[in-house]
């Protein structure tokens, strides 16, 4: 068989048949494949997951044993290692994990960093071949906030993975008295009490969300508040807030990794007092800055770029 794009993902399980809550890396999966196929490649798609034909992809079970491919260009998913049976002109890894606590088996591949931050993470582990493409944001997001949606007054959210930094965040609500409503969700790996912990310090659970669900939460709030315990590769929930006009106010204890480079007028510390000068300031920021991102991350804008570096024109 032969192919313009392969994806290669013998790891995570994503896409068409899978009943699981999405994060990030499954929505930039999806955007990679079904966006290339839209335009009329011919893309074939691997992930431990049952077959299935879905939007023009062709998806595959990685665990079962496959024919030869040849393919254009062969993308292998995060940390996965790479197969055998499928040549390729062109080997790419679409990373989104800080590099320092994963291992990527990349030695004769481009490695597709999602910021500046996190390709300089590579270049220090020694990695020869890196190239930086920004997170996708859906079109259908930037539609929604040329639209508008009516925010809820004093409504804050936070709707990152929980292990991000959501217990850091509900205690540092209780502990920062704010004065407000606290929206918390999940899109995976909510603990089972989540509604319990929520409770506790007078925040509101919305559970485990979808990715519209995630947009949508972000959209009808005045602004996120999140504590972020480790730093961001890129940080796409945030750019989503900035893009339907959230302001973002984020406490990086760790370090902010790539959110600086990536948000354009949100207020980010990575130290208490400054972060309390910021909420303490937040009217002002109200009527100096549009929140409004004016960066373009549309995903029909982004994935030329992806094109260009597979080889495919």
């Given at each position: 068989?032969?192919?313009?794009?392969?994806?290669?993902?013998?790891?995570?399980?994503?896409?068409?048949?899978?009943?699981?809550?999405?994060?990030?890396?499954?929505?930039?999966?999806?955007?990679?494949?079904?966006?290339?196929?839209?335009?009329?490649?011919?893309?074939?798609?691997?992930?431990?997951?049952?077959?299935?034909?879905?939007?023009?992809?062709?998806?595959?079970?990685?665990?079962?044993?496959?024919?030869?491919?040849?393919?254009?260009?062969?993308?292998?998913?995060?940390?996965?290692?790479?197969?055998?049976?499928?040549?390729?002109?062109?080997?790419?890894?679409?990373?989104?994990?800080?590099?320092?606590?994963?291992?990527?088996?990349?030695?004769?591949?481009?490695?597709?960093?999602?910021?500046?931050?996190?390709?300089?993470?590579?270049?220090?582990?020694?990695?020869?071949?890196?190239?930086?493409?920004?997170?996708?944001?859906?079109?259908?997001?930037?539609?929604?906030?040329?639209?508008?949606?009516?925010?809820?007054?004093?409504?804050?959210?936070?709707?990152?993975?929980?292990?991000?930094?959501?217990?850091?965040?509900?205690?540092?609500?209780?502990?920062?008295?704010?004065?407000?409503?606290?929206?918390?969700?999940?899109?995976?790996?909510?603990?089972?009490?989540?509604?319990?912990?929520?409770?506790?310090?007078?925040?509101?659970?919305?559970?485990?969300?979808?990715?519209?669900?995630?947009?949508?939460?972000?959209?009808?709030?005045?602004?996120?508040?999140?504590?972020?315990?480790?730093?961001?590769?890129?940080?796409?929930?945030?750019?989503?807030?900035?893009?339907?006009?959230?302001?973002?106010?984020?406490?990086?204890?760790n370090g902010f990794g790539a959110t600086l480079e990536v948000l354009e007028n949100s207020f980010t510390a990575s130290d208490l007092p400054t972060f309390r000068r910021a909420l303490e300031r937040?009217?002002?920021?109200?009527?100096?800055?549009?929140?409004?991102?004016?960066?373009?991350?549309?995903?029909?804008?982004?994935?030329?770029?992806?094109?260009?570096?597979?080889?495919?024109?």
């Open positions: 068989m032969t192919a313009d794009l392969v994806f290669w993902d013998a790891l995570q399980s994503w896409g068409p048949g899978v009943q699981r809550p999405t994060g990030g890396w499954e929505v930039m999966a999806r955007q990679l494949v079904e966006i290339t196929a839209s335009a009329g490649y011919e893309v074939h798609a691997y992930r431990p997951a049952p077959a299935a034909f879905v939007h023009n992809v062709h998806y595959w079970d990685s665990r079962v044993e496959h024919p030869p491919m040849r393919a254009k260009c062969l993308v292998l998913g995060r940390n996965t290692p790479r197969p055998a049976g499928i040549q390729a002109d062109r080997v790419l890894v679409a990373a989104v994990d800080d590099p320092r606590f994963e291992t990527h088996q990349v030695s004769d591949a481009t490695v597709v960093c999602l910021s500046e931050w996190q390709r300089e993470m590579f270049v220090a582990l020694g990695h020869p071949s890196t190239h930086v493409i920004p997170s996708m944001i859906d079109d259908w997001i930037y539609d929604l906030a040329r639209l508008g949606v009516k925010k809820r007054q004093g409504s804050y959210v936070c709707v990152n993975a929980w292990n991000k930094g959501t217990d850091a965040t509900l205690a540092l609500w209780r502990d920062l008295s704010m004065v407000g409503e606290l929206t918390v969700g999940s899109p995976y790996g909510a603990p089972p009490d989540a509604l319990a912990r929520c409770r506790r310090v007078g925040a509101r659970w919305i559970g485990e969300l979808g990715p519209r669900q995630v947009v949508q939460a972000l959209a009808e709030s005045e602004a996120v508040f999140r504590v972020c315990e480790r730093p961001e590769t890129f940080g796409v929930t945030d750019a989503i807030a900035e893009v339907v006009g959230t302001r973002v106010y984020g406490y990086f204890p937040r009217d002002k920021h109200d009527s100096e800055f549009p929140w409004n991102t004016r960066r373009d991350l549309r995903a029909s804008t982004i994935i030329r770029q992806w094109w260009q570096l597979m080889g495919l024109g």
